[in-house]
């Protein structure tokens, strides 16, 4: 004791113990860039001219190439949704070409060999005339939903899932444990059926056919069993599950609250999302919006919980979901004023021109690569 008096001293610093965050900035909080993402998403709903849903492909393949983790195996899924969004829309080009469109046409591109069908499948046909018209229609349409589809890949490579689920309010606990355990569950099954079918191949036994699914899905299933099982325990030493007494007048006031704010939320997405509905959407939205969160956190208080290191919603977090905001608002504006532009028509059949304003507006979309450049090494979205 006194050799390491002597060394240290009485008044001795000792090095602060690490505590895993990193100095300097803290990455964003995943809901804002969902709600960025979904913003972008609505502004292609509201058009199908294919020069702006370009430029909302390109807006979101920048942002995700500037600001996505390095590190993260999640932030590779932007290809892959890519790819599906691709085959989407080759299959609705396909779909139009076998099946026929019921948007008439006068430039007959090439005319297939039609196959005859019964009186009750009128309507319906395969084959025949395939028209540009059609074609350029299909295009319009498919190129439309592959936007949805990137714009949802953007969110899935740019939003650690874990920390999303660890954000969530204390009203959707349960659902987000749930999530969480079926996310690990899928890896943990492949894993096993890999190393049982190594293990029989070692031994000389097939692994493969009826027999060979049925040896090795039952030690599959009992490992999973187990597995759950383990889990549960884990989850009641930890205290999952319980909850706290509240009054039954919160409680009501809770259900009508979330209720009323999903039925809100549902009519003015189907208010956007059509062009006769746009008025009364704007309203219910943000009211069922505000009327769902309110119910959430009331709803919170019956599962009483902590968040170990929780993510802020800082100043950065308003700009990149005010941004998506801006560019879904906008161009819902631009659908109504200028209707011709944002939908091109195709009878007759005419080239699509890029309307300005939409474009800039398309363009606010780029604010996060702006505030958010290079996605630091975060230690909490480092793979385990």
């Not at 492909?57 to 899924?77: F, G, I, K, L």
């Not at 006031?253 to 956007?272: E, F, R």
Request: positive net charge; charged residues 15%; proline residues 8%.
């Amino acid at each position: 004791m006194g050799d390491i008096a002597g060394r240290w001293g009485p008044a001795a610093q000792f090095p602060a113990p690490r505590t895993g965050r990193k100095r300097g900035r803290v990455s964003l909080h995943p809901g804002a860039w969902w709600l960025w993402s979904l913003s972008l998403g609505v502004a292609a709903s509201r058009t199908s001219n294919p020069l702006l849903l370009a430029l909302l492909v390109a807006v979101t393949a920048y942002v995700v190439a500037v600001c996505r983790s390095r590190v993260a195996p999640w932030s590779r899924s932007y290809a892959a949704f890519a790819r599906l969004a691709l085959a989407v829309l080759l299959v609705r080009l396909a779909f139009t070409v076998v099946l026929g469109s019921p948007v008439p046409g006068a430039h007959t591109l090439v005319t297939l060999p039609e196959v005859p069908l019964p009186h009750w499948a009128q309507g319906i046909r395969l084959g025949g005339r395939v028209t540009a018209e059609a074609l350029v229609f299909a295009l319009y349409d498919g190129l439309r939903i592959a936007t949805l589809l990137v714009c949802v890949g953007a969110a899935n490579a740019l939003a650690n899932p874990a920390r999303l689920l660890k954000s969530l309010p204390g009203a959707l606990y349960e659902l987000g444990v749930a999530v969480v355990v079926a996310l690990t569950f899928a890896p943990h099954l492949v894993a096993d059926v890999q190393r049982l079918r190594a293990a029989r191949r070692l031994r000389g036994r097939p692994d493969s056919g009826i027999r060979g699914l049925l040896q090795v899905g039952l030690p599959v299933l009992e490992g999973a069993l187990e597995r759950s099982v383990a889990l549960a325990a884990a989850m009641d030493a930890r205290g999952y599950g319980r909850s706290a007494d509240v009054p039954d007048r919160v409680r009501r006031t809770t259900a009508v609250l979330t209720l009323g704010g999903l039925l809100g939320i549902c009519a003015g997405t189907y208010g956007l999302l059509t062009a006769e509905g746009s008025g009364y959407g704007m309203t219910l939205l943000p009211a069922g919006v505000a009327a769902a969160l309110a119910g959430l956190r009331l709803g919170g208080r019956r599962s009483p919980r902590t968040r170990y290191r929780p993510d802020p919603w800082d100043a950065r977090a308003w700009l990149v979901s005010g941004a998506g905001a801006a560019v879904a608002a906008l161009l819902t504006l631009a659908s109504v004023r200028d209707p011709d532009a944002l939908h091109p028509g195709v009878v007759p059949l005419v080239a699509p021109t890029l309307p300005l304003w939409p474009a800039a507006a398309v363009l606010l979309g780029l604010l996060p690569a702006l505030i958010v450049p290079g996605d630091p090494k975060d230690p909490r979205e480092e793979p385990s």
